[in-house]
């Protein structure tokens, strides 16, 4: 129902906010004058359509008081409220006034602002032509400043116009959208989308979708108190019911919405048009001639005087001139015929303009610029998969790189594991002396992994020196080392001598610390029995660490590794395999 597809430019893009009716009309200028231009505003947006002479008050008002402020910003917004509701030449003359003032303004909302409204208005007086020009310099300003609103508004604007032409699916497709994402349009404004999305519906047979949008529409409107939006919904309905052949139904709420519509002093053309329309339309559905040609008669009456022309028009002359053949009443055939011929030929200039001007000056466009998006995001799609190859060959490239560490030291480690074995195979790790012999960088068996510090002159003398490693070589033949919490003073005190002169032999004579000297030689003692002693090698890890002493796994491992040059894991494992390979 084309009228409602009209409904949102009127109120979308004007925000008109249809509330309770409030009678301004008698305020006196002097009261008027004394509120802020947002009570100004306020009063304004919430009056009632009908109440025109209110409405162009307040407008009056605002604008005297903000010249008198000399506020250019408060004299657009005057000059935006006197175009409502003039003839047409009267509100071109005030946006015209609107884009001189605004011509240097630096709001985000101007000028694309002048041209929706322009475009509003000569949608209102039925120049589509003009109507889609001014849409198409406000999607194109808006787009400029990246004003998103406004960007809504033109498409919304434009997408009527398709409606117009018959593209009802791009029209709901555009709705739905705005609808259900746009959160910076306000209540008034999601009802009014809600109104028409549900008209979209049903002209594309949508009919549930179309029938819950409506009674949302209704119960708003009951809640907001807002009459003229429940008889639009009211008269959307009546539009349903018919498509439904609900014809009864539909003639109780549209002779409700005539009633109204037909009463109130804001005479809007379009309801009126319409509601007649569906009434006719129902009316022929019930086989009711009379009365259908009734209203297609008054709509034909009333098109004469406002010269207001819209699509279905085609069907109410048809309809007459049937009528009127077949009631062989030649003249009047001949009179519609000739309103026929008048009307298709204003409405085929509009639909053949609409039709190759939209594709060329807002489709095209549109699809240039989701080209370009598509290309740009393509773009970064292969910038991104660049860098991601780039990253992933690095990280292979790291990968491969550990790999090879890591198998070059298991090479190493199994190496060293192997010539250990075989040491303890050939009774090779019998004393220190021999171990260390062996035990040299890469390529031998142990390599040193602790220097001491470099040997200095004796403070100890020889005597003291030769009973100290006597009591040593004791010391490690009765494998003592395996004893838990020995230290240097300890084992001093186990020799009977003194810290300081046990250090000092102990660096001098074995060529390392006291520390070192403890863990080789309980490495080189868990060298030896690992290899041999299978029992002792089934054991867990933290029992052989306290088996040779030390207070937990880690300190074995780490002293293991640090002795040998490779992991105790690696060792054991070597074992098992030369174990089995023997057997």
Do not use: W
């Not at 002396?433 to 035990?439: A, F, L, M, V």
């Not at 002159?457 to 080392?481: G, H, R, W």
């Not at 250090?503 to 074995?510: A, G, L, P, R, W």
């Amino acid at each position: 129902m084309f009228k409602t597809r009209l409904l949102l430019l009127l109120g979308v893009i004007c925000n008109l906010f249809f509330a309770q009716k409030n009678n301004t009309e008698n305020i006196p200028k002097s009261v008027l004058k004394n509120y802020t231009y947002q009570e100004l505003e306020e009063k304004f947006y919430e009056i009632q359509p009908d109440d025109i002479n209110g409405k162009r008050n307040i407008a009056k008002s605002y604008l005297e008081k903000a010249k008198d402020d000399h506020d250019e910003t408060q004299i657009a917004e005057a000059y935006v409220m006197l175009h409502f509701d003039e003839t047409l030449p009267n509100a071109l003359k005030y946006l015209d006034s609107l884009q001189v003032i605004t011509k240097k303004s630096k709001e985000i909302y101007y000028p694309a602002r002048t041209f929706l409204l322009r475009g509003n208005l000569y949608f209102k007086f039925d120049n589509l032509q003009a109507a889609l020009n001014n849409y198409v310099l406000g999607l194109k300003y808006a787009k400029e400043k990246g004003n998103k609103r406004q960007i809504a508004m033109a498409n919304i604007s434009i997408a009527y116009l398709k409606n117009y032409i018959g593209k009802h699916a791009e029209t709901a497709k555009t709705l739905r959208h705005y609808l259900y994402n746009a959160d910076y349009l306000n209540e008034d404004e999601h009802n009014l989308l809600k109104l028409n999305l549900a008209d979209s519906y049903i002209e594309i047979n949508k009919m549930d979708s179309a029938f819950i949008l409506i009674q949302e529409g209704l119960k708003t409107a009951k809640k907001n108190k807002s009459v003229y939006s429940y008889y639009q919904n009211l008269g959307l309905l009546g539009y349903y019911n018919f498509t439904l052949k609900k014809y009864n139904i539909a003639i109780e709420d549209l002779q409700q919405c005539k009633k109204y519509f037909f009463s109130t002093s804001y005479k809007s053309k379009r309801n009126q048009n319409y509601t007649l329309l569906n009434l006719g339309r129902s009316y022929a559905g019930l086989q009711e001639s009379t009365k259908a040609i009734e209203n297609f008669a008054k709509i034909d009456s009333m098109v004469l005087k406002t010269n207001y022309v819209f699509p279905e028009l085609r069907e109410v002359y048809t309809y007459l001139i049937d009528y009127y053949k077949e009631k062989k009443d030649r003249e009047k055939q001949l009179y519609y015929v000739e309103r026929f011929l008048e009307v298709d030929h204003v409405l085929d200039t509009r639909f053949r303009y609409i039709s190759r001007e939209l594709p060329r000056r807002y489709d095209t466009p549109n699809l240039l610029q989701e080209k370009e998006a598509i290309i740009k995001e393509l773009k970064h799609r292969k910038i991104f998969f660049y860098i991601a190859v780039g990253v992933l060959i690095i990280v292979l490239l790291l990968l491969i790189n550990f790999y090879f560490k890591y198998k070059n030291s298991e090479r190493k480690y199994k190496k060293i594991a192997q010539d250990l074995i075989q040491s303890v195979n050939e009774n090779k790790i019998e004393k220190e002396s021999k171990i260390e012999k062996e035990i040299i960088a890469d390529d031998v068996l142990l390599p040193k992994t602790e220097n001491a510090t470099e040997k200095t002159s004796k403070t100890v003398s020889e005597d003291i020196t030769q009973a100290i490693l006597k009591e040593l070589n004791i010391f490690e033949s009765k494998e003592q080392f395996l004893n838990k919490g020995i230290t240097l003073g300890t084992l001093a005190k186990m020799i009977k001598t003194n810290s300081k002169y046990l250090s000092e032999v102990i660096n001098t004579d074995k060529g390392k610390n006291f520390a070192a000297y403890l863990n080789d030689l309980r490495i080189d003692y868990a060298i030896g029995r690992l290899a041999r002693d299978r029992k002792f090698r089934s054991y867990k890890i933290p029992f052989i660490a306290e088996e040779l002493g030390y207070n937990n796994e880690q300190a074995f491992t780490l002293a293991f590794k640090k002795r040998t040059g490779t992991l105790l894991s690696v060792y054991l494992r070597e074992i098992e395999k030369s174990v089995t390979s023997n057997n």
